[in-house]
């Protein structure tokens, strides 16, 4: 053990410490491409994010995913570093093109082995896995093919999954089909600041209804092939979108953002269709004829749980023809929209503090958005399966990393969930992302989510302060009333 990895917890005062239900389930998450690395071997093939990050002035600095930080090779150390810190579970990705090299027909056993050699590592040291299917990487040759905007890699992608639940399903419960397909579809095909980078809002719209349909067939495809019928969800990154003001101008902008954002997902998935007032915001730009007659009910599938990814509110305001519009919605600089049919809506950030990203902190976004997707949905547990914050954090001269402002922004967001569940949203985990610092998209690795710090020079990880606090709350189940640690003075950057 480290001298780090012995410091004490935070310490806890018992009287306001908050329990959490006995059961709930403590995580750390990662995706394939931002921690693998091993771009090239065993057989992989170029995914869309390899292609994007490899052209020039696509991510910051010309930084790409080839090594990233290494978890291909590294897998039993972080396994190690997760079992230390007493997790429940993993969320990790699979990326498709190590599974499946061209994206269609038969399976790169090399690949398979690593995610067998990965889960059976988990469960040795007592760790659930957490599977998503999808982070993002769709294979480029799928892309070459049309990408999402295209019917058929929805076929593709639900054959993927049979594939993946014929090789895992004997040891792999907790399945995810989609990881925040509105950042793979408005991101990816609208704004282009995420890979492929297109710049076309009716293939963002495209794109949308075939990551919707590519998950609906999934989980069909999953639960016919996994022998429990496995437990199986998405996870989107709902936005929890709030009015600048109260005018009703405003609140139309909302209602926009609400429908593209939000109920794009939720009405298909959940309730039956797609909301009419989205093909209303929409019209102007497609008639959406790709819409095909029984695919809402095909994307319709029963879900065992839902993941909520939530980081920050989302505020807008309409625009009036003329005026400045302010843009300021945390999802990177371009010139294209990642919102179509919402072009008079402007995007705020409110004062007050921000992590890294420049993302305001502000927790009671976690617990409006979990109280009212509950009570919409009361029947479907909820799981926090991403939330967490990069902070510019230093490494201190004895190799340690306090970061008290992740423990800070963790705690309150846990104090959020709390106050959620206590008030009646059915939420039954919380992972934290990340467990790694690691490859943060257009980014590069400028940016550092991790609870675990990592050397990018030699791959070595450090547990950070958050790491050892979050430890302590796993081990508990309960949250101490102490979070706002004082921040510390920040030690001299030695690297
Ligand atoms: O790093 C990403 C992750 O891949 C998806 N959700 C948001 C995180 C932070 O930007």
Redesign the pocket.
């Known amino acids: 053990m480290t001298a780090s990895e012995t410091r004490p917890l935070t310490a806890a005062a018992p009287s306001r410490a908050r329990k959490f239900p006995s059961g709930f389930m403590w995580g750390t998450a990662t ?1 394939a491409y ?1 921690v693998e690395g091993a771009a090239c071997v065993d057989g992989r093939t170029p995914s869309i994010w390899d292609t994007f990050a490899h052209t020039p002035g696509k991510v910051f600095e010309g930084h790409t995913g080839d090594v990233a930080v290494d978890h291909y090779r590294r897998y039993r150390e972080d396994v190690r570093l997760m079992s230390e810190l007493g997790l429940d579970s993993y969320r990790f990705s699979v990326s498709w093109s190590r599974v499946q090299p061209t994206g269609r027909g038969p399976a790169a056993q090399k690949g398979l082995d690593f995610y067998r050699r990965l889960v059976d590592e988990l469960l040795t040291a007592g760790i659930e896995p957490a599977l998503t299917l999808y ?1 993002w990487d769709l294979p480029q040759e799928l892309e070459d093919a049309g990408g999402w905007p295209e019917r058929a890699t929805a076929e593709r992608f639900a054959e993927y999954a049979a594939l993946l639940a014929g090789a895992l399903g004997d040891r792999v419960e907790r399945w995810t089909t989609l ?2 397909p509105w950042c793979s579809a408005f991101l990816g095909y609208g704004s282009g600041v995420h890979a492929p980078g297109r710049t076309d809002p009716v293939a963002a719209l495209r794109a949308a209804h075939h990551l919707n349909l590519g998950h609906g067939l999934a989980v069909q495809a999953l639960r016919a092939a996994l022998p429990s019928g496995g437990r199986l969800a998405v996870s989107l ?1 709902l936005h929890e979108v709030r009015p600048l003001t109260a005018s009703d101008a405003d609140r139309e902008a909302a209602r926009r953002i609400d429908a593209v954002g939000n109920r794009i997902w939720l009405g298909p998935m959940l309730e039956g269709g797609y909301p009419e007032d989205l093909f209303a915001d929409t019209a102007r730009l497609t008639d959406w004829s790709f819409v095909q007659d029984g695919d809402e009910a095909a994307i319709g599938q029963r879900l065992d749980w839902l993941g909520v ?1 939530y ?1 920050t509110p989302t505020v807008v305001s309409e625009v009036a023809a003329g005026e400045a519009k302010p843009q300021e919605d945390g999802h990177g600089d371009s010139a294209y929209s990642p919102w179509p049919g919402a072009d008079d809506v402007a995007f705020h950030r409110a004062p007050g503090e921000r992590t890294a990203m420049g993302w305001p902190v502000d927790p009671s976004g976690l617990y409006d958005l979990l109280t009212r997707v509950s009570a919409r949905y009361p029947d479907l547990p909820l799981v926090v399966s ?1 939330n967490g914050a990069a902070y510019e954090d230093v490494v201190g001269p004895d190799g340690s990393v306090e970061d008290p402002e992740r423990i800070a922004y963790v705690h309150a967001h846990l104090k959020a969930v709390h106050r959620a569940i206590a008030d009646g949203a059915d939420v039954r985990g919380y992972f934290l ?2 467990l790694l610092d690691n490859f ?2 257009a980014y590069g690795y400028a940016k550092r ?1 991790g609870a675990v710090h990592v050397d990018y020079e030699t791959l070595e990880r450090t547990p950070k302060a958050s790491a050892r606090w979050y430890a302590g709350v796993a081990r508990t189940g309960e949250l101490p009333s102490a979070g706002r640690e004082k921040p510390a003075r920040r030690p001299r950057e030695i690297r």
């Open positions: 995706a931002q982070h990881n925040e990154n990814n980081y991403e992302w990340s943060e998209w989510f």
